[in-house]
T-cell receptor, first 113, second 114 residues
Framework: GAGVSQTPSNKVTEKGKYVELRCDPI?????LYWYRQSLGQGPEFLIY????????DSGLPNDRFFAVRPEGSVSTLKIQRTERGDSAVYLC???????????FGAGTRLSVL | AQKITQTQPGMFVQEKEAVTLDCTYD???????LFWYKQPSSGEMIFLIY??????QNATEGRYSLNFQKARKSANLVISASQLGDSAMYFC???????????FGPGTRLSVLP
């Protein structure tokens, strides 16, 4: 079956703009995770959903970052007033449930100019 | 907060030889899980192997095995019979008993030489 799909694969934007990054998890997976990976570093946890609700959003760096998963499937990570420091690869993962193996998408490379 | 340490930024291994990638972690939890992921240059994170803290035997998955030493808080990945396609970044990761607090280490870049 299909894996985790992330769109777009690349996003270039200007400082101060708003961006949305989309994640389509593996069908039937109830848990969904967002990570941010800066160059040369390991992924950094941002937020995770169990179903429609954000079970843990402690990794969101500030209130410019927000994520939703309204129907318990597709999730959107939203970044307002982007800053150059937001440039990174944003990874999405899904798992059958909390604590199960996470399967990752290919990521969205965000570049803020 | 949990912390993962991978002390080898880069490793080289000759094709067909075995290699061990180190991972140590810091936690006060008694129950937790440890994962290894591979990230080739394409960028996608590929799950390799999982070890639960109460698993009595070290995990194995094909050419991958985990040398788990709970008292030393280490979970080293052993790759046997290295292949050129094994060249990639390798990340060790920790999750707590509730499947939360998922933390990745800084990674080790493995290069397999022909």
């Amino acid at each position: 079956g299909a894996g985790v799909s992330q769109t777009p694969s690349n996003k270039v934007t200007e400082k101060g703009k708003y961006v949305e990054l989309r994640c389509d998890p593996i069908s039937g997976h109830t848990a969904l995770y967002w990570y941010r990976q800066s160059l040369g570093q390991g992924p950094e946890f941002l937020i995770y959903f169990q179903g429609t609700g954000a079970a843990d959003d402690s990794g969101l760096p500030n209130d410019r970052f927000f994520a939703v998963r309204p129907e318990g499937s597709v999730s959107t990570l939203k970044i307002q007033r982007t800053e150059r420091g937001d440039s990174a690869v944003y990874l999405c993962a899904s798992s059958l449930g909390t604590g199960d193996i996470q399967y990752f998408g290919a990521g969205t490379r965000l570049s803020v100019l | 907060a949990q912390k993962i340490t991978q002390t080898q930024p880069g490793m080289f291994v000759q094709e067909k030889e075995a290699v061990t990638l180190d991972c140590t972690y810091d936690t006060s939890d008694q129950s937790y899980g440890l994962f290894w992921y591979k990230q080739p240059s394409s960028g996608e994170m590929i799950f390799l192997i999982y070890q639960g803290s109460y698993d009595e035997q070290n995990a194995t998955e094909g050419r991958y095995s985990l040398n788990f030493q709970k008292a030393r808080k280490s979970a080293n990945l052993v790759i046997s019979a290295s292949q050129l396609g094994d060249s990639a970044m390798y990340f060790c990761a920790f999750e707590d008993n509730y499947g939360q607090n998922f933390v990745f280490g800084p990674g080790t870049r493995l290069s397999v030489l022909p």
